[in-house]
C-alpha cells in the first residue's frame, strides 16, 4: 500500500529565506507527483504536476523535484514572502492510475 | 481556476438523517473524485467516477454512495449520517490525457453531524 509522509509537519521562516519541503514515497511505481497549496478554509490548488519521466518541474518561485527511484520529492520555494504562508501536500498517484494518495502536508509560516 | 462549485459549502446534520452533497463542473472533465479530509489522516478517496454512471470505490467507502447522471453533476450520499463522518468533503476532477492525472480541486463541503 502506497505511503506518503511529508516533513517537515510544521515549519516557521523569516521572510526572504529559501526553503525546502520534504515529501517521500513508499512504492516508487507511480504515475506522476502533484503539489498542491491548501489556504485555512480553503480548497486545494494545484502548484506543480511532475510526470514519472521528468526530474523537475518548474513555476516562478517554485521548484519541484523527483527522484523516483528513492521515492522522493522536494519542493523548494526561493525568496519566501508571508503570502506564501499555508498547508503544502504533496499526493502521488499510485499503480491504479486515478487515484491520488496524499501525505498530511506541511503547515508553512513566514513571518515579516 | 477549474471551474468546480460544492453545495451546500456548510452543513450540520443529525445522526441518522440522510445527507447528500454535490459538486458541479462545467470543464467536461471525464473524472470526478470525492475525497474527506480529516486531522491526522490527510485527504482519502471515497467513491470516483469515470464517466456517466460509471462509479468506483476509494479507501473509505462504507457508508458512502455516489451518483453520476450527467457529466457535470456528481452526487455524494451518506445514507445514515454517524459522527465518524464529520469532515471536510472536496470534490475533485480531472482529465486523464496520457501518463498525466492532474486533479483539480473545489471549494469543499464542512459536514458536522452532530
Redesign the interface.
Known amino acids: 500500500k502506497q505511503e506518503v509522509t511529508q516533513i517537515p509537519a510544521a515549519l516557521s521562516v523569516p521572510e526572504g529565506e529559501n526553503l525546502v519541503l520534504n515529501c517521500s514515497f513508499t512504492d516508487s511505481a507511480i504515475y506522476n507527483l502533484q503539489w498542491f497549496r491548501q489556504d485555512p478554509g480553503k480548497g486545494l490548488t494545484s502548484l506543480l504536476l511532475i510526470q514519472s519521466s521528468q526530474r523537475e518541474q518548474t513555476s516562478g518561485r517554485l521548484n519541484a523535484s523527483l527522484d523516483k527511484s528513492s521515492g522522493r520529492s522536494t519542493l523548494y520555494i526561493a525568496a519566501s514572502q508571508p503570502g506564501d504562508s499555508a498547508t503544502y501536500l504533496c499526493a502521488v498517484t499510485a499503480a491504479t492510475f486515478q487515484k491520488l494518495v496524499f501525505g498530511t502536508g506541511t503547515r508553512l509560516l513566514v513571518s515579516p | 481556476d477549474a471551474g468546480i462549485t460544492q453545495s451546500p459549502r456548510h452543513k450540520v446534520t443529525e445522526t441518522g438523517t440522510p445527507v447528500t452533497l454535490r459538486c458541479h463542473q462545467t470543464e467536461n472533465h471525464r473524472?470526478m473524485?470525492w475525497y474527506r479530509q480529516d486531522p491526522?489522516?490527510?485527504?482519502?478517496?471515497i467513491h470516483?467516477s469515470?464517466g456517466v454512471k460509471d462509479t468506483d470505490k476509494?479507501e473509505v467507502s462504507d457508508g458512502y454512495s455516489v451518483s453520476r447522471s450527467k457529466t457535470e453533476d456528481f452526487l455524494l450520499t451518506l445514507e445514515s449520517a454517524t459522527s465518524s463522518q464529520t469532515s471536510v468533503y472536496?470534490c475533485?476532477i480531472?482529465d486523464?490525457s496520457g501518463?498525466?492525472?492532474?486533479?483539480?480541486?473545489?471549494?469543499?463541503t464542512r459536514l458536522t453531524v452532530l
Not at chain 2, 40 to 45: A, K, V, Y
Open positions: 473524472y473524485y491526522g489522516h490527510g485527504l482519502r478517496l470516483y469515470y476509494g472536496f475533485a480531472s486523464p501518463a498525466i492525472n492532474e486533479q483539480f480541486f473545489g471549494p469543499g
